[in-house]
Each structure stands twice: as C-alpha cells, then as structure tokens.
C-alpha cells in the first residue's frame, strides 16, 4: 500500500478533530452541534485506522466500528432531543433550554 | 497512490471547514457527507477496505439520513438562515480558532519527531477483522448491541408524542 508518513496522517486527524471543536464552541444551533461531535468522533475513528494500519493489526480497525457504534447511537438520541427540544420551545437555540437556573 | 491521500486530505479539510462555517443546515450537512466520503478514500489508501466500505454505508449512509430526516422533519427555511446570521458575527470565530490552532500546532510538534515510520503492510482483510472481532473482543461486541438497543429505547421514548396535558 501507500507510503505515507504516519504523522501526516495522524496530522489530518488532529486537524479534522480541531475543526469539530471549533464547530462546537462556535454554533449554537442544537443541530450544528451534534454534526460537530460527528466531525470529531469521526477524526477520532481515523487516528485510530492510521496506527492500526501502522502496526499492521486489525485492532485499529475494530476499535472504529465501536466509535461507529457509539456515533451511531448518539446521534439517535441527540436528534431525538433535538426535535423535542423543538417542539417545546419553537426553537433550535441551545441557549433556549437553560431554563434550570442553578 | 500517495497523492490520493493527500488530494483526499484536502478535501477533506476544505469540506469540514465548509460544513462547520454554513448558515443553511442543508448545505452544511452536504458538505459534511463530502467530507466523510473523502475519509473512506482516505481509509482505502491506508489499507482499510473493510471500513472504508462502512464509513461510506453507515456514516455518510445512516447517520447522515438520520440529520437531513430531522432538518426536513423541523422544516427549516429562511427564517432559520436569518437567525443563524444574527447568532453568527465574525468575532465569534477568533478565540476558538485561535485556541484550535494552538492544539494543532502541538499535535504537529508531538507526531513530527523523530522516529516516524511509514505503512509497508499490506491491506487488512475483513477476514482479519472478524476472527480478532469475535475472538478476543466478543465482549465489546456483546456491550455494543446492548448499547445500540439503550439508543433505540431512549429514541422511542423520546420522540414518542406525549398528550398535551402531560406536558409540564
């Protein structure tokens, strides 16, 4: 297979994952939030395929399809939320469901 | 083979970049298929067939259905464009990206030492996967699906339609 440099491409993964963080810190629509936690799990997902395939063993591999599980069963809640959240306060504001002042 | 995986980088960067920066949910979610997609090229080139063919089914298939079903669900228009640019000043991007691009530059620093090593190996099949899948991790396996079926219940039980006079 290709010969690529390991930390270009562990680079690309940081540099995916820093980019769903600022998408998080940034948004504030419940929507665009949770497809930045994707972006994120996702960089997380191709750190872990990058030294799988460094060192040749399929654990790397094995330990995506978790994220992919866990992503998977994430989102079904969080959009669940979301079309809740929705519904109660006509809004997709994340700000608008702060409503428990502590 | 090399300058795949460097035009699917850039791709890559460039969608994500796209899909976090739109105003219509809509465009963002595209952009951020494009961006998934790329990761599976990038997947392949790495020697991973098997889970580039899952990134393409499962992330830019089902989870990405699941987001646009929800944005056509909410049935979002202009009025949402309007409000994600009142919420959206320019400001608000500095401090995050700047704080970003400090945690790159020392991811870059830490994997940029010396001692890096290139891929020899060759592909892993998906025969690989599944002897090690159902070998020594059955475990996490078995806790997946009990996770999987926890999502399904808790997504039924909250998108199920409460009466109104249960609400409050």
Known sequence: MAS???????????????????????????????MSLEIMLNAAGLAFVVAGARWGQADGQIVFMFILTMAAAEVSVGLALALRIYHRFKSLDA???????? | ??????????????????????????????????????VAIIF?????PF???????IYAGAIMVLFVFVVMMLNLGQ????????????????????????????????????????????????KQIGIALFGPYLIGVELASMLLLAALVGAYHLGRRTPEKTEK
């Not at chain 2, 890559?12 to 790329?38: D, E, G, K, W």
């Not at chain 2, 392949?44 to 991973?48: I, K, P, Q, R, S």
């Open chain 1, 4 to 34: 690529i440099p390991m930390h270009q491409g562990l680079l690309l993964a940081g540099i995916l994952f820093a980019l769903g963080l600022v998408g998080l810190l940034v948004r504030r629509n419940v929507v665009f939030t949770l």
């Open chain 1, 95 to 102: 700000d608008a469901v702060s409503e428990m002042k502590g």
């Open chain 2, 1 to 38: 083979m090399e300058i795949v995986f460097y035009i699917a980088a850039i791709v890559a960067v460039a969608s994500t970049i796209m899909a976090i920066s739109r105003l219509n949910p809509v465009h963002a979610l595209l952009y951020l298929i494009l961006s998934l997609l790329s």
């Open chain 2, 44 to 48: 392949y080139v790495l020697g991973a």
């Open chain 2, 51 to 57: 889970v580039a063919a899952l990134e393409v089914i």
């Open chain 2, 79 to 126: 009025r949402a464009v309007d409000m994600e640019r009142q919420w959206q000043r320019g400001s608000m991007w500095i401090g995050p990206s700047i704080l970003a691009l400090v945690l790159i530059a020392e991811v870059a620093y830490l994997v940029a030492g010396p001692g890096t090593a290139s891929y020899g190996g060759a592909a892993i099949e998906p």
